[in-house]
């Protein structure tokens, strides 16, 4: 089994910053590609960005230039920076994990999110 676990969700103003983790744990041979997806009320979940295993990233253009993914492989974890917080930006903050697994499966694990409120 395998487990994927965020943290790092708060009430922030607009502007401020926020930084959130997410850890992969359990039956775990490989970690590839990582990301962060958000879900808005009322909305689709979107992807906010990602990063590969070598640290290639993506963002959506919504949040280029404010929000940094990183990853450390040697603690299975990701991180996403995020600074000057809009309002837009509040919403529940899934992690996705694309785990090879101990039995050499593959397998897309997400964790249970993580709310970010942004007040104005």
């Known amino acids: 089994q395998v487990q994927v676990v965020e943290s790092g969700g708060n009430l922030v103003q607009a502007g401020g910053s926020l930084r959130l983790s997410c850890t992969a744990s359990g039956s775990i041979n490989s970690i590839n590609g990582m990301g962060w997806y958000r879900q808005a009320p009322g909305k689709q979940r979107e992807l906010a960005a990602r990063?590969?295993?070598?640290?290639?990233?993506n963002y959506a253009d919504s949040v280029k230039g404010r929000f940094t993914i990183s990853r450390d492989n040697a603690k299975n974890t990701v991180y996403l920076q995020m600074n000057n917080l809009k309002p837009e930006d509040t919403a529940v903050y899934y992690c996705k994990a694309a785990v090879i697994s101990r039995r050499y499966e593959f397998l897309e694990v997400w964790g249970q999110g993580t709310q970010v409120t942004v007040s104005s």
């Open positions: 990063i590969t295993k070598g640290g290639g990233t």
